[in-house]
Structure formats: structure tokens, C-alpha cells
């Protein structure tokens, strides 16, 4: 996933790439491993709560056009 990420973020589809893997590692660090703590804090508080999103419904037509 590091690679694919580096990839689609680093430049445009149309340029040629040079591959760096000192990005790569940088990108998992930064982006992957940000998005993953914020997937596991999320589990570890939800199971602690037994937190069920199904109970849970949006009202879409009370939401404002900015949510």
C-alpha cells in the first residue's frame, strides 16, 4: 500500500516517475501510520463502549449542505 500510495501522490500520471524509497518510507510513516493509529484508536474505544454504528441513522434531510 506504501508503494501505490507513493505513487499516486508523488506526481502526475503523465510525467515520468523516479522511484525513491526514502519517500515511500516517508509516506507510510506519515500518511499510513497516521491512518491506522486513527483505525485502531477508533476499535479499541468502540469495543470498549460496545459501540454499534447500525443503531445509529442519519437524517439526511436535515442535514446542511456543508455535512
Known sequence: ??????FY???APWLPNKFYAKAVTE???????TLWNT?????????IDAFDPTKYAL???????MD
Open 39 to 47: 483505525y485502531a484508536f477508533y476499535v479499541l474505544y468502540a469495543n
Open 27 to 33: 509516506g507510510q510513516r506519515k500518511f499510513l501510520g
Open 59 to 65: 437524517e439526511y434531510d436535515r442535514l446542511s449542505v
Open 9 to 11: 501522490s508523488n506526481s
Open 1 to 6: 500500500d506504501a508503494i501505490r500510495w507513493y
